[in-house]
């Protein structure tokens, strides 16, 4: 079974529903290492992101993750607005005109929106960021994407849990919480908690069909 461009709009309404029902515990978990906004910065863009999105004819993933990106960076400032947006807008456009894609092709896909998030926020694996939810989980569905796709992207989404908890320890090295300095440490990052349910979200839209 191909990832379609419907599964990629349900995966979009997803993202939207879990953050609405996060929205305040990942502002719980910024306001311990940031400034208590990712719960309501997420919120905001994914909000607007589906009154953009929803009921629109979409021909290819390009088109539609177009919009995600514009719509994310015009709405939300800060740092996830525009690393948020540089994910989709390279991920979209590594898939281009296509309608359909294979868990390896949306395992490319994705990881050239995780380039694009590290060298716009010059962050690397172990900096405590987004990075660690993303990174592990993406080489992960690479890595058992030409197996049962099913299964492998429920691998991504444990390997996305488990970077989700090694942020726990890390000390901060980049946006808001690195000024903390130690005091970063012992708290989960907001950013790779949420990108967390992205991933999760894909996962369910996939298996959903
Ligand atoms: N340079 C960076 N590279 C990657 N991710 C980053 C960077 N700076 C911040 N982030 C991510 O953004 C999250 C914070 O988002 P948010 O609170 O919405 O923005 P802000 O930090 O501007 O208040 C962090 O938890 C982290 O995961
Ligand atoms: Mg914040």
């Known amino acids: 079974m191909a990832f379609t461009v419907k599964m990629a709009i349900a995966a979009m309404e997803k993202f939207n529903a879990v953050i609405e029902e996060k929205k305040e515990y990942l502002t719980d978990l910024d306001s311990a290492i940031g400034d208590a ?16 999105v929803r009921g629109k ?6 088109g539609i993750f177009r919009d995600v990106a514009m719509t994310i960076m015009s709405v939300v400032g800060g740092s996830a607005g525009p690393l948020y947006g540089t994910f989709f807008m ?11 894609a294979s868990a390896g092709e949306m395992a490319d896909a994705l990881q050239e929106g995780l380039a694009g998030v590290m060298s716009l926020g010059k962050s690397a694996p172990g900096d405590k960021t987004m990075v660690d939810s993303l990174e592990p989980a993406l080489r992960a569905l690479k890595e058992s994407a030409d197996g049962d796709e099913a299964a492998a992207w429920n691998k991504a989404v ?17 946006g808001r919480s690195s000024y903390l300095g130690e005091r970063s440490i012992g708290h989960q990052d907001p950013g790779a908690t949420s990108s967390l349910y992205l991933i999760s979200c894909f996962r369910d839209a996939f298996l959903e069909g």
């Open 37 to 52: 906004d990712h719960g309501i910065n997420m919120n905001r863009g994914m909000k607007r992101i589906m009154e953009k």
């Open 90 to 100: 390279k991920f979209g456009q590594k898939l281009g005109t296509k309608s359909e």
């Open 158 to 174: 444990a390997e996305a849990e488990k970077g989700v908890e090694a942020t726990i320890p890390m000390l901060a090295r980049r």
């Open 57 to 62: 004819e979409y021909a290819d993933f390009g």
